[in-house]
């Protein structure tokens, strides 16, 4: 409101901030004008309103400030894995869902998952939503808290969501030999050796063939060899 002791003030008003502007609206018979400032277009934290007149014949330009105190709307922010048990060698989908107050507008911003030592990168949420693939092998075997932390945005606070506890199984091999036949000076014999991963497990083995007792009044040591030094598993 604008008020003078020669009569009521006449002209405009603007309302500013930052990037916020009202645009010039004119005073009433009374000096007044009510802005109405529509949600989000003051940023989350201390903001600044300017105020200025345009002044009018009698009345010479002026400006008024004033601090207001705006803080986000509280989002919820839920995490859901696709399973909570899995084996460390297969990937893992997570939905992360924010959710804004009612009559408000959905969330922006991004979202970011973790859990020990793995972290995603910040990704864009669409609609108040984002799928995550955690790659297999990125959590650790036993129990794993997945986290979320969702940035905020000009409407919104940051927040962190519900943890979800997954368990993993570590993904493993096993090896099984058949008995060679018996060896006598000069001889040769051999072994197969089978590879078998279970729980999943894709990798690379390595073998090695070491001798581990001589036997009994040998005179030369027996040696070993391994036709093939890797085993790939898929």
């Known amino acids: 409101a604008e008020s003078?002791?020669?009569?009521v003030p006449t002209g405009s008003v603007t309302l500013s901030n930052g990037s916020y502007s009202s645009g010039a609206q004119k005073l009433d018979a009374a000096g007044n004008y009510t802005f109405n400032v529509a949600a989000g277009s003051l940023a989350i934290g201390a903001d600044i309103l300017t105020m200025t007149y345009s002044g009018d014949p009698t009345y010479a330009t002026a400006t008024k400030t004033a601090t207001v105190q705006v803080n986000g709307?509280?989002?919820?922010?839920?995490?859901?894995?696709?399973?909570?048990?899995?084996?460390?060698?297969a990937a893992l989908d997570v939905a992360v869902t924010v959710s804004g107050v009612s009559g408000s507008p959905t969330p922006t911003g991004t979202v970011t998952l973790s859990s020990g030592s793995y972290s995603s990168t910040a990704q864009q949420l669409t609609a108040g939503s984002y799928s995550f693939t955690i790659p297999a092998n990125s959590l650790s075997a036993g129990s794993s808290t997945i986290a979320v932390a969702y940035s905020g945005d000009g409407i919104y606070a940051p927040a962190t969501g519900n943890s979800a506890a997954v368990?993993?199984?570590?993904?493993?091999?096993?090896?099984?030999?058949?008995?060679?036949?018996?060896?006598?000076?000069?001889?040769?014999?051999?072994s197969a050796v089978a590879v078998t991963g279970s729980g999943g497990y894709a990798g690379t083995v390595t073998l090695a063939c070491t001798l581990t007792a001589s036997p009994s009044g040998a005179t030369k040591l027996p040696t070993c060899s391994v036709g093939s030094a890797t085993v790939t598993l898929s």
Not at 4 to 7: D, E, F, H, R, T
Not at 172 to 180: E, G, I, K, V
Request: glycine share 6%.
């Open 167 to 190: 368990t993993v199984t570590a993904s493993t091999y096993s090896l099984s030999a058949t008995t060679p036949a018996a060896v006598t000076s000069g001889t040769a014999a051999t």
């Open 4 to 7: 003078g002791s020669l009569g």
């Open 73 to 89: 709307l509280t989002p919820t922010v839920t995490v859901n894995p696709a399973t909570t048990t899995l084996v460390s060698s």
